[in-house]
């Protein structure tokens, strides 16, 4: 039943007889808003070549009767001329990767996998490299069943899968935490962890609650199902999880989960003792040694004294880019709106937001308004 859901939150109705109005009035999906990827120009370039036999950069009317999706060829003529540009054809390949939720990061992702599997470099799995056993799932990924497997393919099955996960209320760093803890602990190679190789893992919660085939071990999607609920529960945000996985990856040598202060010097390669001992930040009983579970509690206790999180932090940053006109990082009485329009901030916000009463509103000042702003 999710899996149904999850198909329908990731299609969009093609628009079909839309005219620039109506695009641009926002009734409709808003092309001109859509961001060009690199693929979309590769997709773009390709189509070109086959379609435009006389070469004079845009496609006809007598070269479109070779185009399969006749029906939405009004849609993406953007400027009504008859013909189908370079820049028009980006427009529809962006369209199709957005309503497939596939960013730049999904593809960037698949093309990792691409070059690690693709042994003859030719830009797709052939049957014969399919058949070393990745990815498990082929039919998964072979949209269009042609035996083979596309960068586009792979990338839009990455992208249901993140929005699957997602759905789930896991997200990326949960789930890159998760790999890389079976990766590093995983001694049989079955993808999953037995009971004593969980002992080299910290898992916050009990193993029993998220194994869900009830065969006593725990595979990357019951891990990072486990990590998303304790992060979510703590409070700890998606980059309060990638500094405690960060920070014990580098120092925790032996996997037991902790970090002693041999274990720190050994990891020290970068000076980082110049810039603090994270012995001293976080060892809290002052024992000596680091658990992950004392990070994991500061980290959270922090995040809840600052009252916002990542995407807060994010939307402020964008804010304040916006606003900041002097470049002075704060946005100052002067920068904010008398009649704001959509995305402005207006001059009410200042008082707000302003904590320290200086008459400007900083990065964190903002953030912290924006999360009050969802109370």
Not at 42 to 63: F, L, P, W
Not at 85 to 102: N, Q
Not at 275 to 296: I, W, Y
Not at 316 to 345: C, M, N, W
Request: overall charge negative; proline content about 2%.
């Amino acid at each position: 039943m999710l899996k149904s859901l999850l198909c329908i939150a990731l299609s969009t109705a093609v628009l079909a007889g839309t005219c620039p109005a109506q695009i641009l009035s926002g009734d409709k999906t808003d092309l001109f808003a859509l961001v060009i990827a690199p693929i979309d120009l590769t997709d773009a370039s390709r189509s070109m070549t086959v379609y435009d036999t006389n070469e004079d950069g845009a496609i006809d009317k007598d070269e479109q009767t070779r185009i399969r999706w006749q029906d939405e060829i009004d849609q993406y003529d953007l400027n009504r001329d008859g013909k189908l540009t370079h820049l028009e054809l980006c427009v529809r390949f962006a369209k199709i990767r957005d309503d497939s939720g596939v960013t730049q990061q999904v593809i960037n992702n698949a093309k990792v996998f691409l070059r690690r599997h693709d042994k003859n470099g030719n830009g797709q799995l052939d049957p014969d490299e399919i058949a070393n056993g990745w990815p498990s799932n082929p039919e998964e990924f072979d949209a269009n069943h042609d035996g083979v497997i596309t960068l586009a393919e792979m990338a839009k099955q990455f992208a249901y899968m993140a929005g699957l996960r997602r759905e789930m209320g896991i997200e990326q760093v949960d789930q890159v935490t998760a790999i890389r803890t079976v990766r590093k602990l995983d001694a049989d190679k079955d993808q999953k962890l037995d009971k004593d190789e969980q002992q080299g893992a910290y898992l916050p919660l009990p193993a029993k609650e998220f194994d869900e085939n009830d065969d006593g071990k725990l595979g990357i999607m019951e891990i990072a199902t486990m990590l998303a609920k304790y992060r979510r529960d703590s409070g700890m945000s998606k980059s309060d999880l990638a500094k405690v996985r960060s920070l014990f990856e580098r120092y925790d040598r032996n996997s037991d989960g902790m970090i002693d202060q041999t274990e720190f010097t050994a990891g020290d390669v970068f000076g980082a003792t110049a810039r603090g001992n994270p012995l001293n930040e976080f060892d809290e009983n002052k024992d000596g040694q680091l658990t992950q579970a004392e990070v994991q509690q500061t980290i959270a206790r922090t995040r809840k004294s600052l009252g916002f999180n990542d995407d807060d932090l994010a939307e402020a940053r964008k804010l304040l880019t916006r606003h900041d006109k002097d470049r002075s990082t704060f946005i100052e009485e002067a920068e904010f709106y008398e009649s704001p329009v959509s995305g402005q901030l207006a001059n009410s916000v200042l008082k707000q937001a302003d904590g320290d009463d200086d008459k400007r509103v900083s990065l964190i000042e903002l953030a912290k308004y924006i999360a009050n702003q969802k109370d």
